[in-house]
């Protein structure tokens, strides 16, 4: 019986390493992803099982790359492994979609267990962010998540980039559009969002999980 297919998705090699060598017994690693866009064309060309992503990748964050696959139709499985147990991640990930959400501190005790729940159909929370408390949390920021403005696609992805400190020029290059398109995408995010610098825009993109995971 041929074992389910793991696509990994990290920018740090030494996780990747440490990945490899806690599911290779179990699961065929089919690939490796060092950054969002790769993980989502990784996802579509090789259709795994499963994805394990970080939630906080170069050009594209794992939220954002989970939402393009969904849109491109992709009903693969992902598992997001990061060091983040912050109730804002937890709950974007869970929205776009995500079949698990492990600590990586508890990689090696939680990972597997959330992967086989994933192929189980389920979905996996770690025990360090499934308590009452935050629970509570989770559904108040769903439900506050639904009531805030929404931004599209685009603007995530050109916020992100801003975020990490990119040029109008530098963004425009990565996603194929004119600087003065990228400029335009800022600045009506702005304005719908009631900012009035660049600082609050990023500092927006880190407080809604957009960008500054680990």
């Given amino acids: 019986m041929s074992r389910p297919s793991v696509l990994l998705a990290d920018d740090h090699k030494i996780i990747l390493e440490g990945l490899r060598s806690l599911l290779r017994d179990d699961f065929e690693l089919v690939g490796e992803a060092a950054n969002g866009q790769q993980m989502v064309e990784l996802g579509l060309a090789l259709d795994p099982d499963v ?20 849109e491109a139709g992709s009903v ?10 912050d109730v804002v991640y937890a709950t974007r990930a869970l929205e776009a979609g995500a079949s698990g959400y492990v600590l990586k501190h508890s990689a090696s005790e939680e990972l597997i267990e959330a992967i086989r729940t994933a192929l189980r159909g389920g979905t996996y929370l770690s025990p360090h962010v499934r308590n009452p408390a935050v629970t509570e949390l989770l559904d108040e920021t769903r439900r506050h998540v639904k ?23 530098e963004i425009g290059g990565i996603l194929g559009i ?22 609050e825009l990023v500092q927006y993109a880190i407080k809604e999980g957009i960008a500054g995971g680990t």
Avoid: C, W
């Fill in 51 to 70: 994805i394990v992503a970080d939630i906080s990748m170069p050009l594209l964050n794992g939220i954002e790359a989970l939402r393009k696959l969904r």
């Fill in 76 to 85: 693969v499985k992902v598992v997001f492994l990061t060091m983040h147990p």
């Fill in 147 to 169: 009531e805030t403005i929404e931004l599209t696609g685009r603007q995530r992805e050109v916020l992100q980039l801003l975020a990490e400190g990119k040029s109008a020029k």
């Fill in 178 to 199: 004119s600087a003065r398109t990228v400029e335009s995408h800022k600045y009506k995010m702005m304005d719908d969002l009631g900012l009035k610098t660049s600082a």
